[in-house]
């Protein structure tokens, strides 16, 4: 499965995007919202169930960013909220594919190809 992910952009601190990640095919796969800001390891934002009924959050983004998605469509969103500039990075979709650490990369698989946010101060 290939995965395109689009959304980002450039936003002022407390503002709000939201990011879609749109799958080739229909996918019943768990999948997660992964960032990486520069000089920085990849790390874990957001974790959503194949059915979309159980959902995950790293805790700097819990209660600002919400992961729902639209099986019908073959898109996971990210919605973002009160932005802030540590926010800054670019962010990934994957598929879950292993089971072992649900915020772990190593357990994703078929990675979109990122879509940059800038949160100005």
């Known amino acids: 499965v290939q995965l395109q992910a689009s959304g980002g952009g450039l936003v002022q601190a407390g503002g709000s995007l939201r990011l879609s990640c749109v799958a080739s095919?229909?996918?019943?796969?768990?999948m997660g919202w992964f960032r990486q800001a520069p000089r920085k390891e990849r790390e874990f934002v957001a974790f959503?169930?194949?059915?979309?009924?159980?959902?995950l959050y790293a805790d700097s983004v819990k209660g600002r960013f919400t992961i729902s998605r639209d099986n019908a469509r073959n898109t996971v969103y990210l919605q973002m909220n009160n932005l802030k500039p540590e926010d800054t990075a670019v962010y990934y979709c994957?598929?879950?594919?292993?089971?072992?650490?649900?915020?772990?990369?190593?357990?994703?698989?078929?990675w979109g190809q990122g879509t940059l946010v800038t949160v100005s101060s």
């Open positions: 095919r229909r996918t019943s796969q768990s």
């Open positions: 994957a598929v879950r594919a292993w089971f072992y650490s649900v915020s772990s990369v190593n357990d994703y698989d078929y």
């Open positions: 959503i169930s194949g059915s979309g009924g159980s959902t």
